[in-house]
Nanobody, 126 residues
Framework: QVQLVESGGGLVQAGGSLKLACAASGRYTMAWFRQVPGKERTFVAAITWNSGRTYYADSVKGRFTISRDNAKNTVYLQMNSLKPEDTAVYYC???????????????????????WGQGTQVTVSS
């Protein structure tokens, strides 16, 4: 059974930083999503198992960095220059490996991810 546990959320002022972590064992492509109440869960970033190729939503490019430490079975999301609109519950998710082209086309499809963490709240005050 794959269990994902997020940590690192909290309250921060605009312009500040937070680093999220997710314990994620196994050979999976990992991703971060976020969700605001009343809105759909949306893609934030992803990182592949072997190559470490990264993908980002346009809204976070240049501010967020996803990384993983396979030896520690942990994926991270470094969030800098946080904005109030980044406020959300952040979830890590895992999916089985696919071809690069397949993943690129489906990276933001919720149903493609078989495993989800419980979520961690990130609140950015203005």
């Amino acid at each position: 059974q794959v269990q994902l546990v997020e940590s690192g959320g909290g309250l921060v002022q605009a312009g500040g930083s937070l680093k999220l972590a997710c314990a994620a064992s196994g050979r999976y492509t990992m991703a971060w999503f976020r969700q605001v109440p009343g809105k759909e869960r949306t893609f934030v970033a992803a990182i592949t198992w072997n190559s470490g190729r990264t993908y980002y939503a346009d809204s976070v490019k240049g501010r967020f960095t996803i990384s993983r430490d396979n030896a520690k079975n942990t994926v991270y999301l470094q969030m800098n220059s946080l904005k109030p609109e980044d406020t959300a519950v952040y979830y890590c998710a895992a999916r089985t490996l696919t071809s690069r082209t397949t993943f690129a086309q489906t990276k933001d499809v919720l149903s493609e991810y078989a495993y989800w963490g419980q979520g961690t709240q990130v609140t950015v005050s203005s």
